[in-house]
């Protein structure tokens, strides 16, 4: 598959029930000026990722992106994966994004913040143990991925930040059927997660937030159609009348997907 453009492509494969990537493969996602980088994303969906090898070009001048994802399994030790074996190029930054899911939330309170971020911490600490089955991860960094989910609305009521974890490009995914309500700050890259922080010299963590989830879909970031909503439903709403709200990161990307408004 080849996206180069001028800044730099992307490309994302998602297999819902798992994903491989045979040696005969060829991404390319680079950048044909002296500018930007790519981004390629090989998601494993529910299932397994097997890299077995073949090529992945993110190549521009700032350098591009690669980021595998896959379910932690049975335990912060264990992330399904088999083999990560592609040759990356022009990468500044290679991650595998080991992902705990947590369903049917409906608030995401400072408990359940708490509670996430000591999980993140604890996969981390096991990266010795992952990385040893994986034959090293061919030089990609193991982080943490932390997906919280509603079968309908959720509300985020506290401040989240995720610059003091232990592992700095992780990747936060909230997902609600219905309507996602942030009621608090979401940031990484700063000391603190209000308008008070001071920039940080580290990388940062991938913020994803979907509103209108379709949980049917394999992409984690797929919402669905308007006529599928119940009236009302589907939006993404930050901030209330009384208090707006920041969500940011520092060299993370943010993506944002709404099914209504």
């Known amino acids: 598959s080849d996206a180069r453009a001028a800044y730099g492509g992307g490309i994302t494969i998602i297999g819902g029930n798992g ?107 096991n990266t010795a143990a992952v990385t040893a089955r994986l034959n090293g991860a061919g030089g990609v960094a193991l982080m943490s991925g932390i997906e919280i989910r509603s079968a309908g609305d959720m509300t985020v009521t506290a401040d989240w930040n995720l610059a003091g974890l232990s592992g700095h490009e992780g990747g936060l995914t909230l997902r609600a059927a219905g309507n996602l309500t942030v009621l608090g700050h979401i940031s990484d890259g700063f000391s603190s997660a209000d308008r008070s922080g001071a920039l940080l010299d580290q990388a940062s963590w991938d913020i994803r937030l979907v509103s209108g989830a379709d949980f049917g879909s394999a992409n984690p970031l797929a919402v669905r159609p308007i006529a599928a909503l119940a009236a009302g439903s589907g939006s993404l709403i930050v901030g209330d009348t009384a208090n707006g709200y920041q969500i940011r990161t520092g060299t993370g990307d943010i993506q944002v997907r709404a099914g209504g408004n």
């Not at 591009?64 to 500044?92: C, E, M, S, W």
């Not at 992902?99 to 509670?115: F, G, H, M, P």
């Open 19 to 125: 994903l491989t990537m045979e040696s005969s493969a060829d991404l390319k996602a680079g950048a044909t000026t002296d500018l930007g980088g790519g981004r390629v994303t090989l998601d494993a969906g529910e299932g397994r990722l097997d890299v077995q090898g073949g090529a992945i070009d993110v190549a521009g001048g700032e350098g591009g992106k690669v980021r595998f994802r896959a379910r932690q399994v049975a335990g912060p030790d264990y992330v399904a994966v088999d083999a990560l074996a592609a040759i990356i190029t022009g990468a500044r930054s290679k991650v595998l994004e080991g992902v705990k899911v947590y369903e049917n939330i409906t608030t995401v309170d400072a408990a359940l913040r708490d509670a996430a971020n000591v999980d993140a911490d604890a996969f981390i600490g």
